[in-house]
T-cell receptor, first 116, second 117 residues
Framework: GAGVSQSPSNKVTEKGKDVELRCDPI?????LYWYRQSLGQGLEFLIYFQGNSAPDKSGLPSDRFSAERTGGSVSTLTIQRTQQEDSAVYLCASSLVWAGGINEQYFGPGTRLTVT | AQKVTQAQTEISVVEKEDVTLDCVYE???????LFWYKQPPSGELVFLIR??????QNEISGRYSWNFQKSTSSFNFTITASQVVDSAVYFCALSAHPNFGNEKLTFGTGTRLTIIP
């Protein structure tokens, strides 16, 4: 079946502009995660969704970052007033949560964000 | 807090050699999961293995094997008879379970493996 998809694959924006990054998880996966991969910080967790709720937002670096998920499916990560330090690859992952446990996370190809 | 250390930043070996990637973790939780992911040049993270803290059995999958030792908090990954296609960055990761359902991953800094033909 289809894997996790993300769009756009590349985004170049000017400092101070807002950007929206989209994630389409694997169908039926109720858990969704956003991570960021940058040269200076490595791979770091941003936010976790279970269904449409985000019980863990502890990784969001500032209040310029927000995310939502609708219909238990698509998620959007929004960065307002982008700064150069926001330049990174933003990765989305989803996993299946069921009564017997939790399955592994499957990652999308990422969105490479460049803030000029 | 959790921490994962991959001390080897870069490793280069000649094709067909065996290679071991080291991973050391820290957590105060008694229930946790350990993972290895592969990131080839294409960039997409590929899941390799997931182990829970109660299962210390070593695992073998083809040319890949994993050695989990709680006594040394290590979860090492060995590739036998390496191939050029194994060239990638490999990440070790940890997830603790204070709240069921949230398996957010704490990643190591990765080891870049280059297989020389």
């Amino acid at each position: 079946g289809a894997g996790v998809s993300q769009s756009p694959s590349n985004k170049v924006t000017e400092k101070g502009k807002d950007v929206e990054l989209r994630c389409d998880p694997i169908s039926g996966h109720t858990a969704l995660y956003w991570y960021r991969q940058s040269l200076g910080q490595g791979l770091e967790f941003l936010i976790y969704f279970q269904g449409n709720s985000a019980p863990d937002k502890s990784g969001l670096p500032s209040d310029r970052f927000s995310a939502e998920r609708t219909g238990g499916s698509v998620s959007t990560l929004t960065i307002q007033r982008t700064q150069q330090e926001d330049s990174a690859v933003y990765l989305c992952a989803s996993s299946l949560v069921w009564a017997g446990g939790i399955n592994e996370q499957y990652f999308g190809p990422g969105t490479r964000l460049t803030v000029t | 807090a959790q921490k994962v250390t991959q001390a080897q930043t870069e490793i280069s070996v000649v094709e067909k050699e065996d290679v071991t990637l080291d991973c050391v973790y820290e957590t105060r939780d008694t229930t946790y999961y350990l993972f290895w992911y592969k990131q080839p040049p294409s960039g997409e993270l590929v899941f390799l293995i997931r182990r829970n803290s109660f299962d210390e059995q070593n695992e073998i999958s083809g040319r890949y094997s994993w050695n989990f030792q709680k006594s040394t908090s290590s979860f090492n990954f060995t590739i036998t008879a390496s191939q050029v296609v194994d060239s990638a960055v490999y990440f070790c990761a940890l997830s603790a379970h204070p709240n069921f359902g949230n398996e957010k991953l704490t990643f190591g800094t990765g080891t870049r493996l280059t297989i020389i033909p």
